[in-house]
C-alpha cells in the first residue's frame, strides 16, 4: 500500500493539478464506494451529516465551490460553479453572482436566479415552503436577503462585510435547489444540476446515481455511474475493500489500525491519512453542581492528558489544537507554540498538582471523591474516548461511571441539560472561524450545547468575521481560540485524523485537508481500467 | 374436534389482537421518536420544528386515534409511509420478505440435511465413541456465538481465497443467488442443525425402545430396516412440528447474521427500524412475523391434537 | 411429559451400592463423563465470577496507553484491548457478567414462568385462557426481536439486560410447566388426593410442584447457556451491556472485530470464554437432563 501522508499528498495533487489535463481520462465505468449507513435523507439543506454530503453533493451544483483539485479548502481556491463570476460592491455589503446561462435541471426545467432565491429565502426561514429542519439558519447571521435582477443575476445582501460568506456558499453544504420542487421531494428524489442524477435510495442497501448526459459542463463526468452499498458493520466493509469489491472506502472510515491491516492485506490501495474535521470534546453541564463552580471545570480540562488519548485512540495521529482545526490542515489553527501555553496543553505532572489543588479548595480530596456520570451516545467512536476520560477523572477525585445513551435520545437529553459531563463529537462543515465560532460557541447557537456565552468574545466574533486584512484576521481569530480554551467553554480533547482509501485505478480525485464536506462533486473522476 | 378447530381459530385471532395492542404500546414506552432521530443528524433539536414534525406525522394524536389508524388502515390494506425514507411501508417491506424467506429456507434446508442423518447415526450407533463424538459436535455448535462463527468465516474466506462471501448488489441468476446465501445460511443453520441432530436422537432412541420395533426385530427383520424404515418413520414427526416452529424462530439468528454478511433482509431491517423508532415499519413487520408464528402454532396444535389422544380438550 | 420421577430412587439406583459422598460423586462422574466436564467448567465459570477480583492480575477498566493493543506474553498474558486493558483481567471479570446475566435471568424467567404455568394449568378456565393468549402473544415473537424491544425501551445497563433476556423465558417455562402440570392433573395420585378431600392449593403445591421439578431443572440448565448467548448476541448489535462492564459479548463486538487481523486475541480469547462456559452449561443440561428424565436417558 502507498501511505500518503496527506502533507506528501497535498504536495503531489497540488503539482498534478495544473497538467491534470494532459492526461488521457478514460470515459465510462461506474464507481463503487461503499457507506457507513442510510443517510437520513438526501436532501443536503435539512442534514448535517457527511452521510448525506459525501453521495448526494454530486447530484447538486453551488454558487461557487472550492476547487476539487486542491486539497485545503480556502478563499483563495474558490472557483465558479453555477456562477460565472461575482463581484463585491464598494461597501463589501453586497455580494452579485453572474449566473451560467442555458443550465437545466434534471427534470429539464431551466436553471434561474429565481431558484437562487428560493433556496436562500428557505433557509433564512422567510419563504413560504419550509423545510422539515434547517441546521445551518445560523450560518446566515449576517444575511439580510437576496434580490435577484433579470433571469442572470442574483445579489446576496449582508449586515455588514464578510469576506468569509463566500466560503460560506463555496461548501458542499451549500446547494443550489430548485423553486419547483417541495421539500419533501427533495429528500426522497432530490433534483439538481449535478453531473449526476439520482436513481434510487433503498435503506440499508444501496444508493444508485448515473451519469447526468446534459450536464451543462463540457465533457463531463467521466464516470458512467456511481454505486453506493451501504454496510453498517465496520469489520465487514473493510474486508470487502481489502477483496477489491470497491473503488473508495466513505470518507475517513479507515481508523490508523485498520490501515496498517489494509496495507498488509491489499498492497496496492492507496490510503491518505487526513484530518477529519471532527473534533471530540467535553461538554460540561453548567447549571449542575458541583459543575457550576468553574474551578471544577478548570480542574477537569487541566487533567485530560490529551497526548495519551491520541496514542492510545491513534497511535499518535490525532492532532491536539483548540476549536479551530490545528495546520498544517487547518488554516486558523493556533501553533504549537501557542497551544503550549494553553491550560491543559502543559507539562502533566505539573498541571494535575494544580488540578487536584483546584479539587481541593472545592472541597473534594482523596478522602471526598466526587462521585459524577460521563453521558455519551452509544457509538465506539463516543464511547472509547470516554472510557479513557473516566480514566483519568479518578486522578483528581473524580469517581465517573459511564452513562451510554442511545442516538435517538442523546440530542434531547443535551438539550434539557439532563446531564453531568458529555462527551460530544463537533464537525465542522467549512474551516472557517465564521463557520465554526458561530455554530459551537456563539450565544443563543442550538448547537452551542453547553450554552456558554460571553458577550466581550461575541463582540469578537462578529469583529473577526469583518475583517479584510486576513494576516490580521488570523491573528484575531487565534487569540479568541486561545481564550475560548482558558473559559473552559468546550475544552477540546483531540482533533480525529483517519484514511480515506481508494484503489489506484480511481483518477482525477482529490482528498480534502481540512473538510470532509466539500470535496464530492465527482465531476473528473475517472476510472482507469 | 370440529368445535375444537373453530375456537382455536378465534382464540388465534385474539391473540393476534392482543399481539397488536402489546408491540403498539411496547413501541411508545421505548424513549425517543423519530422527530428525535431526524433531529440527530442535524446535530439539535429545535422544540418548534420538533412539535411540527409531530404533527405532520400524526404523533401528535391521542394514543387510541393512532392504534385506530394503523389498525383501520391495515384492514384496508394500507400500512402506512415509513417515516425515515417516506415511502410507503409495503414498498420498504416487501422486497425484503423474500431474501429473508430463502435464507430461512436454505438454513433449513442445510440443518435438516445435517441434523437428521446425524442424529439416526448417533442413536444407532449410541454411547459409542462416534455417539460422543456426534453429541460433543452438536453441542459446540449450540455453543459458539452466530457471529463470531460468521466473522470467522468471512476473515477465512478473504485470507485464503481474496473474496468475501456479502451482498453487495442483487444476484443476477439463481446460481449466483444461491452462492450468495448459502455460506449465511450455513452459518446459521449449523446451530439448527445441533438442535435438530439432538432430536432426532432423542426421539429415535425413544422410538427404538418400543414394542414394535422389539417385535420387528424379533421376527428378524434387519438391523437397517428396522433402524430407517420403521424407528426413522416414526420418529421424525417430533422432529418435523420442531423444524416448523424452529423455521419462524430462525428470524432471531438471522438478525445477526444479515448483519455480518450485509444482506439487506427483513431481519436486520427490523433491528435498525427499532433504532430509528420507525413505527409504521416495526409494527407491520412484527405483526408479519407474529402471524407467520401463531398460524404456525396452530398447525402445530392441530397435529398434536390429531397424534396424541392422551391430551384431552374440554 | 408423563413421566412421574422420583428423584431419590433414581439417583439411589444410580449410584446402588456406593456409599460415602464421595464415592457416589465419582460414581455420577464415571456414569456421565460429559456431564461432569460440564459441572466443571461451570464451576469454573462460579469460581471465576465470585473470586474475579482476587483471581484477575490488573483492574478491567485501568487504561494505559503503553500496553494499546499489546501482544499476549508479559505483564499481559492474554494480550490487551486498544485501550489497553487486560484482557485476562477483562475475562476473568466477564465471567460474573456472564453468570449474572445467565443465572439471573434464567432464575427471573423461571419464576415467573412457573408461577404462570402452574397457575394456568391446575386452575385452567378463564385464568388459564388469558394466560394462554398473553404466553401466545410473547411467544409469537422470536426471542432475539423480544429481547431487543425490551433492552431499547428499558436502556442500555446490566439490570436492564437481564431483564430485557429472562422476560422471553417465562412463556417458554410456563408452556412446559403448564403443560406438565396438565398431564400430572390426570394421575391417580392426585385423583386421590382430591378424593380424600385435600384442597386445590394444597394438591397443588404437595403433589404437583414437586413433580415439575425435574422438568424445571432440566429448561433451566438449558436456559443458561442460551441467556449467556443472547447477552452475547444484544452486546454485538449494541444494545447489551454498556462500556466499561467488560461484558464478553461486547469485548466481541464491533471494535474488536475491527482489529481482528492486528489483534486476533481480542477476538480468539473471549469468543473461547463464552463458548466455554454455554458448552459447559449444555453439557451440564444435557447431563441433569439424562438423569432427572431417564425416558431419554443414554
Known amino acids: 500500500m502507498q501511505t500518503r501522508s496527506w502533507l506528501a499528498g497535498a504536495a503531489l495533487v497540488a503539482a498534478l493539478a495544473m497538467p491534470i489535463q494532459a492526461y488521457a481520462q478514460k470515459a465510462g465505468g461506474t464507481l463503487r464506494v461503499y457507506h457507513r449507513d442510510t443517510p437520513p435523507s438526501a436532501s443536503i439543506h435539512e442534514e448535517a451529516t457527511t452521510s448525506t454530503n459525501m453521495p448526494f453533493m454530486s447530484v447538486y451544483n453551488n454558487l461557487v465551490m472550492f476547487d476539487q483539485n486542491i486539497p485545503k479548502n480556502g478563499l483563495e481556491t474558490i472557483v465558479p460553479d453555477l456562477a460565472e463570476s461575482w463581484s463585491w460592491d464598494d461597501g463589501k455589503t453586497k455580494l452579485t453572482f453572474k449566473l451560467r446561462d442555458g443550465v437545466k435541471w434534471h427534470d429539464g426545467k431551466p436553471f434561474t436566479s429565481a431558484d437562487v432565491k428560493c433556496t436562500w429565502d428557505m433557509l433564512l426561514g422567510v419563504s413560504t415552503t419550509?423545510?422539515?429542519?434547517?441546521?445551518?439558519?445560523?450560518?446566515?447571521?449576517?444575511?439580510?436577503?437576496?434580490?435577484?435582477?433579470?433571469?442572470?443575476?442574483?445579489?446576496?445582501?449582508?449586515?455588514?462585510?464578510?469576506?468569509?460568506?463566500?466560503?460560506?456558499?463555496?461548501?458542499?453544504?451549500?446547494?443550489?435547489?430548485?423553486?419547483?420542487?417541495?421539500?419533501?421531494?427533495?429528500?426522497?428524489?432530490?433534483?439538481?444540476?449535478?453531473?449526476?442524477?439520482?436513481?434510487?435510495?433503498?435503506q440499508n442497501e444501496s444508493i444508485k446515481l448515473v451519469k447526468n448526459q446534459d450536464y451543462w459542463k463540457e465533457g463531463r463526468p467521466y464516470l458512467d455511474a456511481i454505486d453506493w452499498t451501504i454496510i453498517k458493520s465496520r469489520s465487514t466493509r473493510i474486508l470487502a475493500f481489502i477483496a477489491d469489491e470497491f473503488d473508495l472506502t466513505f470518507t475517513t472510515d479507515v481508523s490508523i489500525p485498520l490501515m496498517k491491516d489494509v496495507a498488509a492485506q491489499a498492497p496496492h490501495a492507496i490510503c491518505e491519512k487526513v484530518p477529519t474535521g471532527v473534533s471530540t470534546n467535553l461538554i460540561v453541564n453548567r447549571e449542575a453542581a458541583p459543575f457550576d463552580n468553574e474551578d471544577v471545570r478548570k480542574a477537569m480540562n487541566l487533567a485530560i492528558n490529551r497526548d495519551e488519548f491520541i496514542t492510545i485512540l491513534s497511535e499518535g495521529e490525532y492532532q491536539k489544537g483548540g476549536a479551530m482545526l490545528p495546520p498544517p490542515g487547518g488554516g486558523w489553527g493556533m501553533s504549537a507554540e501557542m497551544l503550549a501555553t494553553v491550560p491543559g496543553y502543559g507539562d502533566k505532572p505539573t498541571e494535575i498538582a494544580?488540578?487536584?489543588?483546584?479539587?481541593?479548595?472545592?472541597?473534594?480530596?482523596?478522602?471526598?471523591?466526587?462521585?459524577?456520570?460521563?453521558?455519551?451516545?452509544?457509538?465506539?467512536?463516543?464511547?472509547?474516548?470516554?472510557?479513557?476520560?473516566?480514566?483519568?477523572?479518578?486522578?483528581?477525585?473524580?469517581?465517573?461511571?459511564?452513562?451510554?445513551?442511545?442516538?435517538?435520545?442523546?440530542?434531547?437529553?443535551?438539550?434539557?441539560?439532563?446531564?453531568?459531563?458529555?462527551?460530544?463529537?463537533?464537525?465542522?462543515?467549512?474551516?472557517?472561524?465564521?463557520?465554526?465560532?458561530?455554530?459551537?460557541?456563539?450565544?443563543?447557537s442550538q448547537r452551542n450545547y453547553t450554552g456558554y456565552c460571553n458577550q466581550e468574545i461575541q463582540d469578537l466574533f462578529v469583529k473577526q468575521s469583518g475583517m479584510t486584512d486576513q494576516a490580521e484576521r488570523l491573528k484575531l481569530v487565534q487569540q479568541i481560540d486561545k481564550k475560548l480554551q482558558e473559559d473552559v467553554a468546550r475544552p477540546l480533547i483531540f482533533h480525529g485524523v483517519n484514511a480515506t482509501c481508494y484503489q489506484p485505478r480511481l483518477k482525477g480525485f482529490s482528498q480534502m485537508v481540512n473538510s470532509s464536506y466539500n470535496g464530492w462533486r465527482f465531476e473528473d473522476a475517472w476510472l482507469d481500467n | 374436534m370440529g368445535s375444537y378447530i373453530v375456537r382455536r381459530f378465534f382464540l388465534m385471532l385474539i391473540t393476534l389482537i392482543g399481539m397488536s395492542i402489546v408491540i403498539f404500546?411496547?413501541?411508545?414506552?421505548?424513549?425517543?421518536?423519530?422527530?428525535?432521530?431526524?433531529?440527530?443528524?442535524?446535530?439539535?433539536?429545535?422544540?418548534?420544528?420538533?412539535?411540527?414534525?409531530?404533527?405532520?406525522?400524526?404523533?401528535?394524536?391521542?394514543?387510541y386515534v393512532q392504534y385506530w389508524d394503523w389498525i383501520w388502515g391495515m384492514?384496508?390494506?394500507?400500512?402506512?409511509?415509513?417515516?425515515?425514507?417516506?415511502?410507503?411501508?409495503?414498498?420498504?417491506?416487501?422486497?425484503?420478505?423474500?431474501?429473508?424467506?430463502?435464507?430461512?429456507?436454505?438454513?433449513?434446508?442445510?440443518?435438516?440435511?445435517?441434523?437428521?442423518?446425524?442424529?439416526?447415526?448417533?442413536?444407532?450407533?449410541?454411547?459409542?465413541?462416534?455417539?460422543?463424538?456426534?453429541?460433543?459436535?452438536?453441542?459446540?455448535?449450540?455453543?459458539?456465538p452466530s457471529f463470531w462463527l460468521a466473522l470467522l468465516i468471512l476473515m477465512a474466506f478473504v485470507h485464503w481465497f481474496g473474496t468475501i462471501p456479502i451482498y453487495t448488489s442483487p444476484p443476477d441468476t439463481l446460481w449466483d443467488e444461491l452462492l450468495l446465501y448459502s455460506i449465511p445460511a450455513a452459518a446459521v443453520g449449523f446451530r439448527s442443525s445441533a438442535l435438530i441432530m439432538r432430536l432426532t436422537r432423542s426421539s429415535m432412541l425413544e422410538v427404538m425402545r418400543q414394542d414394535y420395533i422389539r417385535t420387528a426385530r424379533a421376527?428378524?427383520?434387519?438391523?437397517?430396516?428396522?433402524?430407517?424404515?420403521?424407528?426413522?418413520?416414526?420418529?421424525i414427526l417430533p422432529v418435523i412440528t420442531i423444524i416448523g416452529i424452529e423455521a419462524a424462530f430462525l428470524i432471531g439468528g438471522l438478525i445477526v447474521t444479515e448483519t455480518v454478511f450485509n444482506i439487506p433482509g427483513v431481519a436486520r431491517f427490523i433491528v435498525e427500524a427499532i433504532q430509528w423508532r420507525d413505527y409504521p415499519i416495526v409494527q407491520n413487520l412484527v405483526m408479519f412475523i407474529a402471524v407467520i408464528v401463531v398460524v404456525t402454532n396452530f398447525l402445530v396444535d392441530l397435529l398434536y391434537v390429531a397424534l396424541d389422544p392422551r391430551i384431552k380438550y374440554e | 411429559?408423563?413421566?412421574?420421577?422420583?428423584?431419590?430412587?433414581?439417583?439411589?439406583?444410580?449410584?446402588?451400592?456406593?456409599e460415602s459422598r464421595l464415592g457416589k460423586a465419582w460414581f455420577m462422574a464415571r456414569t456421565y463423563p460429559l456431564g461432569a466436564i460440564g459441572l466443571l467448567l461451570f464451576l469454573g465459570l462460579v469460581f471465576c465470577g465470585l473470586f474475579a477480583d482476587l483471581l484477575a492480575p490488573m483492574d478491567p477498566v485501568t487504561t494505559s496507553a503503553a500496553s494499546s493493543l499489546a501482544a499476549p506474553g508479559g505483564i499481559h498474558a492474554l494480550g490487551a484491548d486498544m485501550m489497553g486493558r487486560d484482557m485476562l483481567s477483562r475475562i476473568i471479570h466477564g465471567a460474573r457478567i456472564s453468570l449474572a446475566v445467565g443465572v439471573g435471568s434464567t432464575i427471573i424467567g423461571c419464576f415467573f414462568g412457573v408461577i404462570l404455568g402452574l397457575a394456568s394449568g391446575y386452575l385452567l378456565g378463564w385464568f388459564d385462557l388469558i394466560t394462554q393468549r398473553f404466553i401466545d402473544i410473547m411467544q409469537a415473537l422470536p426471542l432475539l426481536v423480544m429481547a431487543l424491544v425490551m433492552a431499547a425501551a428499558l436502556g442500555p445497563s446490566l439490570e436492564n439486560t437481564v431483564i430485557a433476556i429472562s422476560i422471553p423465558l417465562i412463556p417458554h417455562v410456563a408452556r412446559v410447566i403448564r403443560s406438565n402440570t396438565l398431564s400430572l392433573r390426570e394421575m391417580p395420585f392426585v385423583e386421590a388426593a382430591k378424593a380424600i378431600g385435600m384442597s386445590e392449593s394444597r394438591i397443588a403445591l404437595k403433589h404437583v410442584l414437586p413433580n415439575t421439578l425435574a422438568p424445571l431443572i432440566v429448561l433451566a440448565t438449558a436456559q443458561l447457556g442460551s441467556a449467556i448467548l443472547t447477552e452475547a448476541s444484544l452486546s454485538f448489535l449494541g444494545l447489551g451491556i454498556p462500556e466499561p462492564h467488560p461484558s464478553w459479548g461486547r469485548m466481541l463486538s464491533e471494535s474488536a472485530a475491527e482489529y481482528v487481523r492486528a489483534a486476533p486475541w481480542l477476538v480468539i480469547f473471549p469468543g473461547i470464554a463464552i463458548s466455554l462456559a454455554v458448552f459447559g452449561a449444555n453439557l451440564l443440561g444435557d447431563a441433569v437432563r439424562d438423569i432427572l428424565d431417564p425416558r431419554q436417558r443414554s
Not at chain 1, 477525585?397 to 434531547?412: G, M, P, Q, R
Request: proline residues 6%; contains cysteine; neutral net charge.
Open chain 2, 25 to 63: 404500546a411496547l413501541l411508545r414506552l421505548v424513549p425517543g421518536n423519530i422527530a428525535d432521530i431526524l433531529f440527530d443528524s442535524a446535530g439539535f433539536v429545535d422544540p418548534s420544528e420538533k412539535a411540527a414534525l409531530e404533527e405532520e406525522l400524526g404523533l401528535s394524536d391521542p394514543i
Open chain 1, 354 to 444: 494544580q488540578a487536584q489543588a483546584l479539587m481541593q479548595a472545592a472541597g473534594f480530596g482523596p478522602d471526598k471523591r466526587l462521585a459524577a456520570k460521563v453521558s455519551t451516545r452509544n457509538i465506539a467512536i463516543y464511547r472509547d474516548p470516554a472510557v479513557i476520560l473516566i480514566d483519568q477523572l479518578k486522578s483528581i477525585y473524580i469517581d465517573a461511571e459511564l452513562e451510554v445513551v442511545e442516538t435517538s435520545n442523546w440530542h434531547a437529553k443535551v438539550a434539557r441539560k439532563d446531564y453531568q459531563i458529555g462527551l460530544n463529537l463537533t464537525g465542522v462543515g467549512v474551516d472557517d472561524p465564521d463557520v465554526n465560532f458561530f455554530e459551537n460557541y456563539g450565544c443563543g
Open chain 1, 130 to 202: 419550509k423545510m422539515r429542519k434547517n441546521p445551518r439558519k445560523d450560518w446566515y447571521w449576517n444575511l439580510k436577503g437576496v434580490s435577484v435582477n433579470g433571469a442572470n443575476e442574483a445579489t446576496f445582501e449582508l449586515g455588514q462585510p464578510q469576506p468569509s460568506f463566500l466560503a460560506l456558499l463555496a461548501s458542499g453544504y451549500s446547494p443550489v435547489y430548485p423553486c419547483h420542487v417541495a421539500p419533501k421531494d427533495m429528500r426522497t428524489n432530490p433534483i439538481g444540476t449535478g453531473p449526476f442524477k439520482f436513481v434510487e435510495l433503498k
Open chain 2, 75 to 144: 384492514m384496508h390494506g394500507d400500512l402506512g409511509y415509513s417515516y425515515v425514507s417516506e415511502r410507503p411501508t409495503i414498498d420498504e417491506i416487501a422486497p425484503r420478505i423474500p431474501i429473508t424467506a430463502k435464507l430461512a429456507v436454505l438454513a433449513l434446508f442445510f440443518s435438516v440435511v445435517m441434523g437428521v442423518p446425524l442424529g439416526v447415526i448417533s442413536a444407532v450407533k449410541q454411547n459409542t465413541p462416534i455417539d460422543y463424538a456426534l453429541r460433543v459436535l452438536s453441542l459446540s455448535g449450540l455453543s459458539l
Open chain 3, 1 to 18: 411429559m408423563t413421566k412421574i420421577v422420583n428423584h431419590s430412587v433414581e439417583l439411589a439406583k444410580a449410584g446402588a451400592g456406593v
Open chain 2, 219 to 235: 421376527k428378524g427383520a434387519s438391523d437397517s430396516t428396522v433402524n430407517y424404515s420403521h424407528a426413522l418413520s416414526n420418529a
